[in-house]
């Protein structure tokens, strides 16, 4: 019987080992799936950041590279716009000097004689280009040495202290801001 004990007991450990084995396989499954859930969460949720980080990367590159594009094609524009801006004063000046030569020239030079008396005081010597010398002699005022301008006067009080600079090259110069802004709607 003692045989029959040992081998009882040998069956009972064996059972009991493959029990332990088959309990500790269930384990180890149930911790293998639940490690394989972490690692699968795990890789979705890196994926998902990197994807985050690599999308903001690429809109933030985007923009960059769309503001760099804008400013440049500002620049371009600017730069066509004052090499238009300087053609377009070489088309005033020249359309000044045409104006000089027309019957409406004199009443200007007539109205830029009584400015500078009302600024100067009625006693002046006007500075003229050498065509403008016979008009402003017409006016009965003193007519000083000869500048070189498209149009206009410079006046200036008996004393020669004070002077009026009418020239229509320092008229367009003071307001050529002006000019420019009026030209610009006109482009825009």
């Known amino acids: 019987m003692s045989h029959l004990t040992i081998e009882t007991l040998i069956a009972e450990i064996q059972e009991r080992k493959r029990k332990d084995l088959e309990s500790l396989g269930k384990e180890l499954s149930g911790a293998k799936d639940s ?40 620049k371009i524009l600017f730069e066509a716009i004052n090499t238009n801006l300087g053609s377009a004063f070489i088309v005033i000046k020249e359309k000044l000097k045409d104006y000089a030569k027309t019957p409406q020239y004199k009443k200007t030079l007539e109205t830029m004689v009584n400015v500078s008396k009302k600024k100067l005081g009625q006693d002046i010597v006007v500075h003229c280009n050498e065509g403008d010398r016979a008009l402003l002699k017409e006016l009965n005022v003193t007519v000083g040495s000869p500048i070189q301008t498209l149009g206009g006067i410079v006046a200036e009080n008996k004393k020669g202290t004070i002077e009026l600079d009418l020239t229509f090259e320092e008229l367009l110069r003071t307001h050529e801001d002006e000019v420019k802004s009026r030209l610009m709607e006109k482009v825009l």
Request: charged share 40%.
């Open 35 to 74: 490690m394989k859930q972490k690692m699968d969460a795990s890789i979705k949720e890196m994926r998902n950041r990197f994807a985050n980080e690599a999308k903001l990367k690429s809109e933030k590159e985007s923009a960059r590279i769309v503001e760099a594009a804008r400013l440049q094609a500002k």
